[in-house]
């Protein structure tokens, strides 16, 4: 079994930060990427950084400047950084992992349960 687990959301100032962290814990034989997603209300969801193991962090337009993602390889844990926070960052966020369980198994994603992040303008 494999969990993730987030923390970190909650209520903020238009302006404020916020700080996300997402632990991925279990029959772990190896983590490819990490990132977080979120979903909005009545919109689609939407990729926020997405880390590739060893690569270079993505992230979405709309965060660009303002958010910074990374990785703890060591805890097998992904951040979220949020800086700057608009309203429209409203969401429900999403961490996940692309996990192998195995030598010969192959990967797939595995997802945390969400965390509201609401930021009041």
């Known amino acids: 079994q494999v969990q993730l687990v987030e923390s970190g959301g909650g209520l903020v100032l238009a302006g404020g930060s916020l700080r996300l962290s997402c632990a991925a814990s279990?029959?772990?034989?190896?983590?490819?990427?990490m990132g977080w997603y979120r979903k909005a209300p009545g919109k689609q969801r939407e990729l926020v950084a997405t880390?590739?193991?060893?690569?270079?962090?993505n992230y979405a337009d709309s965060v660009k400047g303002r958010f910074t993602a990374s990785r703890d390889y060591a805890k097998n844990t992904v951040y979220l950084q949020m800086n700057s926070l608009k309203a429209e960052d409203t969401a429900v966020y999403y961490c996940?992992?692309?996990?192998?369980?195995?030598?010969?198994?192959?990967?797939?994603?595995?997802w945390g349960q969400g965390t509201q992040v609401t930021v009041s303008s």
């Open positions: 996940y992992a692309d996990i192998t369980t195995g030598p010969i198994h192959i990967p797939r994603a595995y």
């Open positions: 279990g029959s772990i034989f190896s983590i490819n990427a």
């Open positions: 880390i590739p193991s060893g690569g270079t962090t």
